[in-house]
């Protein structure tokens, strides 16, 4: 089904209305709090749950479970970092959604171990972000970590196509490392 984004999400039938009302919770909570970058990848969260086998999201409260979409998302983004823009807290979050924070945390928690999700997870990081985050980059080349930014550009084209890569860091304007210290 497409959504506001224009994107398809694959959604199993019994589950898109769950997934509709979670949404609909989800974006007015990046709206108000975060932005629409962060709305688009809490969509794809959404989709991501309602096509588990079953799926946690048939038990609870929809608001609960948009609340802890959020929060997860928020936390692989650093979004609780005040340094970053946008910023929120939990406690923030909490009272817009109309949450527990606790209970919030126990879903987030249930999210992240389902969807087998760390800091810094390439599949749940805003693409704004992408460029920023030294998973992205770090790759085995023989044996070896290395940060592909920094090797050749055959190597790079090798780690592109193979798909390990969103794109030839050595074919763009600024072919210089961005500064990983600021996640």
């Known amino acids: 089904m497409k959504n506001k984004d224009n994107t398809v999400y694959s959604v199993p039938k019994p589950m898109q209305a769950i997934f509709d009302q979670i949404v609909a919770i989800s974006d007015a909570l990046c709206a108000t709090q975060l932005n629409a970058e962060y709305a688009q990848v809490c969509r794809k969260m959404a989709a991501a749950l309602c096509r588990k086998r079953p799926s946690p999201l048939l038990r609870g409260k929809i608001e609960i479970w948009a609340a802890a979409i959020v929060h997860t998302i928020a936390g692989v983004n650093f979004a609780y970092d005040p340094s970053q823009a946008p910023h929120i807290t939990l406690d923030q979050l909490c009272r817009a959604s109309g949450t527990a924070k606790t209970t919030v945390g126990t879903k987030a928690t249930l999210i992240r171990r389902l969807l087998k999700i760390d800091m810094l997870d390439i ?61």
Do not use: C, H
């Open 123 to 183: 599949e749940w990081t805003l693409p704004s972000r992408m460029d920023r985050n030294p998973m992205v980059w770090m790759l085995s080349v023989n044996g070896f970590l290395v940060d592909i930014r920094t090797m050749p550009l055959d190597a790079q084209l090798i780690a592109y196509g193979k798909g390990l890569i969103p794109y030839i860091p050595a074919l763009q304007s600024n072919s210089e490392p961005p500064d990983d210290r600021d996640p």
